[in-house]
């Protein structure tokens, strides 16, 4: 078990910055959403329901969305009273996302796409199977990340039959799960290309993510799956969900976007005593991912900014003249961009 301290509750009150302001907003749903029940075995960690959101475009391309919003693994990161990770959906309206979920603005590649969005209340990236009690006095908390994000694959794999192109893609908490579930829908859609973009987690492979998955059973979630049979999970992080649902499904085409300089993964390194700066751990990671999987992509900007694919800056960041929005939408065509910087 992680040793709880001062260090790793400041690393948990910074990673609540991915929570975008514009989510904390109370915003009417927009017609064009749809609001849809979790069903059985689903739950936010404080066991309030849980729910998910389609937003009604053309089945023919699809585009699914994982949420981020912080995390935690003990008695004190998982105080509610710490407020260190959102602990139900009461803060979460998709209408009120800028981004790819402007579905006004006709530079946005995904405008006219089928979009599910997969809201994020579990504390554990959307992986986790289990309910732990960290503190006497406070009630169980539900990490029922998978069975949540499971049921939203449900019904996109009941609802739309046949899509021609299928993008994966998720902000900071979201994008670390992302490459798994890339490959759960590859799975379902065999021989349609896929395309996954995680958003801000480059540098999130950080030496204690093994020990966070164990208090959410993240391991016996994944264990089951053909990409990881036999393999030692112990320690399992990011890349290891790249390099193996790469290895295991040539249609699916995998890409990260980072900042060189994001708050939050600088300041994670920082406070686990990592001294080598988040650029050059991102290029170690990137290295490590294509060394057993070419078909990666990156776009690397200077930025301080922590996840992009929800904000407005989404349209206006660019790098050596190459724009992200320009760089993503090729990647959704199918193309395979240059990284940036070349």
């Known amino acids: 078990m992680i040793r709880t301290n001062v260090r790793t509750i400041l690393l948990l009150a910074i990673i609540t910055l991915l929570i975008p302001a514009s989510t904390l907003a109370q915003v009417a749903t927009s017609k064009n959403w749809q609001r849809l029940p979790g069903g059985d075995g689903t739950s936010c960690s404080d066991g309030s329901a849980y729910s998910f959101f389609v937003h009604r475009g053309d089945r023919r391309n699809l585009l699914i969305y994982f949420q981020g919003g912080g995390a935690c693994w003990s008695g ?3 105080d509610p009273r710490a407020k260190l990770y959102r602990p139900n959906l009461k803060e979460v309206e998709p209408a009120a996302e800028q981004g790819i979920f402007d579905f006004d603005n006709k530079e946005n590649p995904f405008r006219d ?11 554990d990236v959307h992986l986790g199977n289990r309910t732990a009690k960290y503190l006497p006095e406070k009630p169980e908390l539900h990490h029922k990340g998978f069975n949540n994000a499971m049921s939203a694959l449900r019904w996109t794999f009941a609802n739309v039959a046949s899509p021609q192109s299928i993008f994966v893609a998720g902000g900071s908490a979201g994008a670390m799960a992302s490459p798994f579930y890339a490959g759960r829908i590859a799975d379902q859609y065999k021989g349609v290309p896929v395309v996954q973009l995680g958003d801000s987690a480059g540098g999130l492979g950080l030496p204690v993510i093994p020990e966070m998955f164990q208090p959410w059973g993240t391991i016996e979630v994944i264990a089951p799956f053909a990409p990881y049979r036999g393999v030692d999970l112990k320690n399992a992080n990011l890349d290891t969900f790249y390099v193996r649902e790469g290895s295991a499904n040539k249609s699916i085409t995998f890409a990260q976007f980072n900042n060189s300089a994001d708050s939050l993964q600088v300041f994670g390194l920082q406070v686990f005593g990592i001294k080598t700066p988040l650029s050059e751990m991102l290029e170690k990671s990137y290295a490590e991912i294509r060394s057993t999987m070419p078909r990666f992509h ?3 900007a200077p930025g301080t900014l922590h996840v992009i694919l929800n904000r407005r800056e989404f ?3 660019a790098v050596e003249r190459q724009r992200l929005r320009d ?7 199918g193309k395979a961009p240059a990284d940036v910087p070349k």
């Open 76 to 78: 004190p990161t998982c």
């Open 113 to 123: 796409y089928c979009v599910v969005f997969v809201p994020y209340c579990t504390g």
């Open 298 to 300: 990156a776009f690397t």
């Open 315 to 317: 349209y206006t960041v």
């Open 327 to 333: 760089w993503v939408a090729e990647l959704a065509s």
